[in-house]
T-cell receptor, first 116, second 109 residues
Framework: NAGVMQNPRHLVRRRGQEARLRCSPMKGHSHVYWYRQLPEEGLKFMVYLQKENIIDESGMPKERFSAEFPKEGPSILRIQQVVRGDSAAYFC??????????????FGSGTRLTVV | TQLLEQSPQFLSIQEGENLTVYCNSS?????LQWYRQEPGEGPVLLVTVVTGGEVKKLKRLTFQFGDARKDSSLHITAAQPGDTGLYLCAGARTDKLIFGTGTRLQVFP
């Protein structure tokens, strides 16, 4: 399976705990994007990363949220001290290069985070 | 501020009917894409339009990019229950995609 892999598919956390969401891009893709989707809404951009670099984090809350894409291993979206408002579907996408043009994104199946 | 507005927000139709979904913005995009998303899954790319006025066909789906590259439409001919899903337009803006508000389509047999 050469698609974008996200895990876990479902994650339940109590308020105040940490959530770690993982994303392995498609083979050969070095650009990773994280989006958040609330029920019945479109996708909201959070962060764009290349290997070992954060390129654009303008959509990510300044507090409690962080993202990384290390040289080896998957990209990680980390949410500390989760609150109920963090409950959402988090999607990761990858692309082979920047300047989207005709390429579009390949999305993973998402991680559905529920904060109880 | 929502840069891309889609209409209608919801659409329920009978199998065999035609429909058009609109994606409008006051901003210019370098390209515009349409995705379809099914429950519990990520969006899947349907098409990318790049040139103002461009029309692309994908079987029963016709996509058009406005001349000014600010808006787009998706027309489905003879809709089928398998077309049911959330349709999302997305405009390319520098290093990321800006998604529209979405149109949820339900096609009844």
């Amino acid at each position: 399976n050469a698609g974008v892999m996200q895990n876990p598919r479902h994650l339940v956390r109590r308020r105040g705990q940490e959530a770690r969401l993982r994303c392995s891009p498609m083979k050969g893709h070095s650009h990773v994007y994280w989006y958040r989707q609330l029920p019945e809404e479109g996708l909201k951009f959070m962060v764009y990363l290349q290997k070992e670099n954060i390129i654009d984090e303008s959509g990510m809350p300044k507090e409690r949220f962080s993202a990384e894409f290390p040289k080896e291993g998957p990209s990680i979206l980390r949410i500390q001290q989760v609150v109920r408002g963090d409950s959402a579907a988090y999607f990761c996408a990858s692309s082979p290069q920047t300047g989207l043009g005709d390429y579009g994104y390949t999305f993973g199946s998402g991680t559905r985070l529920t904060v109880v | 501020t929502q840069l891309l507005e889609q209409s209608p927000q919801f659409l329920s139709i009978q199998e065999g009917e035609n429909l058009t979904v609109y994606c409008n913005s006051s901003s210019v995009f370098s390209s515009l894409q349409w995705y379809r998303q099914e429950p519990g899954e990520g969006p899947v790319l349907l098409v990318t339009v790049v040139t103002g006025g461009e029309v692309k066909k994908l079987k029963r789906l016709t996509f058009q990019f406005g001349d000014a590259r600010k808006d787009s439409s998706l027309h489905i001919t003879a809709a089928q229950p398998g077309d049911t899903g959330l349709y999302l337009c997305a405009g390319a803006r520098t290093d990321k995609l800006i998604f529209g508000t979405g149109t949820r389509l339900q096609v009844f047999p």
